[in-house]
């Protein structure tokens, strides 16, 4: 079955500074990659996704980038505050007529003001 | 629209008892997800609802059952409560339709603590 791997677990950084999140999947079949946030206590929230006919997505200080070859998946934050301050998780759907998520591990990210 | 609701929020249970833990979808959503998250093991995939059939599961005990009724909203069962199914349970609505992977919207989750 589908897996997920997520890098680092754990990121700290300088308010304004960018941060990077990678993940890799291991079902070439799967076709949709959504990033969720969650902050303490709250629910998992999307923040931006990304399909498998697309390289990139942007959306303003938040991108993800998409290497099919490599089957890996990158969030990318730039200008970080501290209330981008959460845990992180990539996910990957497989195609198949399923709504299944298969999350990584989730990296949570600090930064300082 | 209102958003993914779950009752109860909180739930404290002992050992071997059994508990369910419902879920209302977003007005509209036929297909209803639960995941299981704990410190350890992250968010895991319990199974999945649409249109009253279970569509796909997870690598979990056949403890965990779930069923969707005509409304969409969704139960999760769990029988002989054991201490390690202390977790933060979530469900996820999203339309269902498209089969190709869609926006999931999350619930507040039920907090489930085993004594």
């Known amino acids: 079955g589908e897996n997920v791997e997520q890098h680092p677990s754990t990121l700290s950084v300088q308010e304004g500074d960018s941060a990077v999140i990678k993940c890799t999947y291991s079902?070439?079949?799967?076709?949709?990659f959504p990033w969720y946030k969650q902050e303490l206590g709250k629910r998992p929230q999307l923040i931006i996704d990304i399909r498998s006919n697309v390289g990139e997505k942007k959306d303003q200080r938040i991108a993800v980038t998409l290497n099919k070859t490599a089957k890996h998946f990158s969030l990318h934050i730039t200008e970080t505050q501290p209330e981008d301050s959460a845990v992180y998780f990539c996910a990957a759907v497989t195609q198949g007529g399923s709504e299944k998520l298969v999350f990584g591990k989730g990296t949570k990210l600090t930064v300082n003001p | 629209k209102a958003g993914v609701t779950q009752t109860p929020r909180y739930l404290i249970k002992t050992r071997g008892q059994q508990v369910t833990l419902s879920c209302s979808p977003i007005?509209?959503?036929?297909?209803v997800s639960w995941y299981q998250q704990t410190p350890g093991q992250g968010l895991q995939f319990l199974f999945e609802y649409f249109s009253e059939t279970q569509r796909n599961k997870g690598n979990f005990p056949g403890r965990f059952s779930g069923r969707q009724f005509s409304n969409s909203r969704s139960e999760m069962n769990v029988s002989t409560l054991e201490l390690g199914d202390s977790a933060l349970y979530l469900c996820a609505s999203s339309p269902g339709t498209s089969g190709r992977g869609e926006t999931q919207y999350f619930g507040p989750g039920t907090r489930l603590t085993v004594l």
């Open positions: 079902d070439s079949a799967s076709n949709y």
């Open positions: 007005s509209g959503h036929r297909s």
